[in-house]
Nanobody, 129 residues
Framework: QLQLVESGGGLVQPGGSLRLSCAAS???????????IGWFRQAPGKEREGVSC????????NYTDSGKGRFTISRDNAKNTVYLQLNSLKPEDTAVYYC???????????????????WGQGTQVTVSS
């Protein structure tokens, strides 16, 4: 069974940076190359919102304008890991950040469709002075 484990969260001051990691394992297909990975976040009392997504065919999608210019998604398929670089963090970025995965071949359209079947448990990001 596909499993995702997030790491890299923590406490950071406004303007600081964090790099979140999403490590994948147990996938039935031979490589992470076949999967789309999305990052989402949920603040206390608010609905979960999409942050960004990396498709199996190299496409990158930002789900929200709030992270444009500050957040960058990337992947290292050889390490079965997807990253979310968080820069210039603001207090309103405080949330639990989740990664999610779905099979993304042959169309590579999972990010656009935003349909994910496997979720990690999340990693807490707290931005405070």
């Amino acid at each position: 069974q596909l499993q995702l484990v997030e790491s890299g969260g923590g406490l950071v001051q406004p303007g600081g940076s964090l790099r979140l990691s999403c490590a994948a394992s147990g996938f039935t297909l031979p490589s992470l190359d076949y999967y789309a990975i999305g990052w989402f976040r949920q603040a206390p009392g608010k609905e979960r919102e999409g942050v960004s997504c990396s498709s199996s065919r190299g496409g990158l999608i930002n789900y929200t304008d709030s992270g444009k210019g500050r957040f960058t998604i990337s992947r290292d398929n050889a390490k079965n890991t997807v990253y979310l670089q968080l820069n210039s963090l603001k207090p309103e970025d405080t949330a639990v950040y989740y990664c999610a995965a779905a099979y993304d071949r042959p169309s590579g359209a999972t990010c656009a469709e935003a349909r994910f079947g496997t979720w990690g448990q999340g990693t807490q990001v707290t931005v405070s002075s």
